[in-house]
């Protein structure tokens, strides 16, 4: 058995029993792992205040190759992201962001980017106001580049014309767009030009000035489409998110 250290942030959390958790957690060293908090739930519990769902922690933990939950033995916070539980906006987005990750990523290799890149989506979320969702949409794009099917959007998958600022059609299993001409028998979901500048722009940006994103309503509906369906179609069983479910109904 070994004993690991590492950082982690935390997905999601299961009661286990009457005083412990099971946390479904990634971390910097070893990937997406299971752990078992024993009496994490107890009034006298050493990791209190540190195991709430989209908390950056440090950890130890006791490794056993065989089985599937290993043993959580200390917890110490990194970063509790406080101002996010005052929002529910900011909290439902970061909890998005977890469970794309969650649900696309199986197996316990090493992946430090994806870790980096998530710790940093959910610190810009706690500290930044604004359109809360461009920083969403900043994960899903580096998500997306990170497990190596990036769309292109710059020139139509068929003829290699410059799409610009007449948009096009977008195919999902070809990862990028046809043009207006192309697209009129091949068909996808329409993207306008304006939109395809954002998606453009955020695969280059870097998070700092995706915050400063402010698109009108068509754009919006078209991107939360569009990763919808990218992620429908390139992630075996996924369906919408739970928590973007939630976030589109409120006002």
């Known amino acids: 058995m070994a004993i690991l250290k590492t950082e ?11 005083t412990s958790l099971i946390l479904s957690v990634y971390t910097k060293d070893f990937g997406k792992i299971k752990l078992v908090a024993k009496g ?29 939950l290993q043993l959580l033995s200390q917890a110490h916070l990194i970063n509790p992201h406080v101002k996010m539980v005052g929002s529910l906006k900011k909290t439902i987005l970061g909890l998005a962001a977890a469970e794309l990750l969650d649900k696309a990523v199986a197996g316990e290799e090493s992946f430090e980017k994806l870790f980096v890149l998530l710790a940093n989506v959910l610190k810009a979320l706690n500290e930044n106001g604004g359109f809360l969702e461009a920083i969403l949409w900043f994960f899903e794009t580096q998500f997306i580049d990170l497990m190596g099917y990036k769309p292109t959007w710059n020139d139509c998958l068929s003829c290699g014309q410059s799409l610009g600022i007449d948009g096009g059609y977008f195919q999902a299993q070809n990862g990028g767009l046809l043009c207006s001409q192309c697209g009129a028998a091949g068909g996808g979901l329409v993207i306008h030009g304006e939109t395809l500048e954002i998606l453009y722009f955020l695969q280059r940006a870097s998070l700092s000035e995706a915050v400063q994103l402010n698109p009108d ?11 919808d369906l990218y992620f429908r179609t390139h992630i075996e069983h996924m369906r919408q998110l739970n928590s973007l479910e939630i976030y589109y109904k409120m006002k």
Not at 8 to 18: C, D, H, P, Q, S
């Open 217 to 227: 309503q068509q754009q919006i509906a078209e991107i939360r489409k569009m990763f």
């Open 40 to 68: 994490a739930r107890g009034p006298k519990s050493k990791f209190k205040g540190c195991l709430e769902p989209l908390t950056h922690i440090g950890i130890v933990f006791y490794e056993k190759k065989t089985r599937e």
């Open 8 to 18: 982690a942030v935390i997905l999601k959390t299961y009661k286990l029993r009457e």
